[in-house]
């Protein structure tokens, strides 16, 4: 992907109520006001981006271009960089801002060019934005970090959460996406069951609200009722199965069961078949995998 210039027509909406998103949302505010570089750090689709152009709505810059630059294309940023051409392509952007995306996949050499980038940019008035999902504090004390883009990108630094670190947002923004998505897929989906609500609670979001997305967008294509359930989580529920078993949270034993249950008849399909797989899989006899449905009234 190339730099391209990206000015956000309206705020982007920050969507979750929980306390992590809240202090992310003021520490964006303040920093707004100012005019030191900012360093977003985060996993990879915790919202790094979007907090990014936040801030720069919330600025006195607001009106002027912001500008993406992807630094996770070596090849690309490496032309980017050029410093004999640099300055020309930020003089288009004076007055704006740049974000310098996915900074600690450069290798050292890369970053030392970065960090004249940065300096040049700062001398045409531009506000910069950097962006990682590894964190910089321990690779520069492994010396995998040029030690001047340190010091200059850690001067304010935001860290945006894990969604699986404010699970209350999850919900929130479940329904947020499928509001949007209903007016891009031409849908009327009004929700998700408490069944698949209770997958969406307990999976750990590897890809974070990124991946809360796909899934969604996965699950709206196939439905053609008006809520999502399990099955229309099959293409991702496997995925997502492997993954709660990664999970350090303690639960009662009974809800683990009702989970295994649900990833193993979703794996395997509620046919007769599939439910004689799903049995072998869990290691337990068929009328006993039928009492267990009919227990946690897995019918659906």
Sequence with gaps: MEAFVVTPLTKPAIVGGSKDTRLAVEACRKAARETSPILFQGEVGSGKYLMATYLHRESPRSGKSFLLVDCSQPEEI??????????????????????FREVASLGLEDQSRLHQACLTAEALDMRVCLSSSQNVHVLMYEKAFNSELYRYASQCEIYISALRQRREDIMELTRYYIQKLNLRLRKSIQGITPQAEEVFMTYRWPGNVEELQNVLTRAMVLAHEPFIGQRHLAESIGQMGDNLMQTPDVMPLDRMEEILLRTALNRYGTSLEGKKRAARALNISLATLYNKVKRYNLNE
Excluded at 78 to 99: C, I, M, T
């Design 78 to 99: 490496k032309s980017f960089l050029n410093p004999r051409k640099l300055e020309d392509k930020f003089q288009l952007f004076r007055g704006g801002a740049v974000y």
